[in-house]
């Protein structure tokens, strides 16, 4: 069964660093383009960070740039390294992943993502 798994969220103050980790089974992550998405109760859920197959290229929110690194690994899991963090940066984190050569703008696009793991939970107070 093909599946993605988030670890790595947790409580953290202002200025602080998470990683956020991905693990997929049941298919090569690095064949696929990733994203990673959060949420807020009630709220439509956004895209953070997003990176091609093959790690060609990457797509950053205007929010988090310059503070966020999407990556993939070998050992078939994607990361966002979270530097520098903010209470606005408080929300559900989602990464998912599709197969499909997608576009910029494409990126952005929840539909455009066949797998999603069941998010982790970051909190960024003092």
């Known amino acids: 069964q093909s599946q993605l798994a988030e670890s790595g969220g947790g409580l953290v103050q202002p200025g602080g660093s998470l990683r956020l980790s991905c693990a997929a089974s049941?298919?090569?992550?690095?064949?696929?383009?990733v994203g990673w998405f959060r949420q807020l109760p009630g709220k439509e859920r956004e895209v953070v960070a997003a990176?091609?197959?093959?790690?060609?290229?990457t797509y950053y929110a205007y929010s988090v740039r310059g503070r966020f690194t999407i990556s993939k690994a070998g050992d078939n899991a994607g990361y966002l390294q979270m530097n520098s963090l903010k209470p606005e940066d408080t929300a559900r984190y989602y990464c998912?992943?599709?197969?499909?050569?997608?576009?910029?703008?494409?990126?952005?696009?929840?539909?455009?993502?066949?797998?999603w793991g069941q998010g982790t939970q970051v909190t960024v107070s003092s």
């Open positions: 049941g298919f090569i992550l690095d064949h696929f383009a």
């Open positions: 990176l091609s197959f093959g790690a060609g290229t």
């Open positions: 998912a992943a599709t197969p499909d050569p997608l576009t910029v703008d494409q990126r952005m696009e929840t539909e455009r993502y066949d797998y």
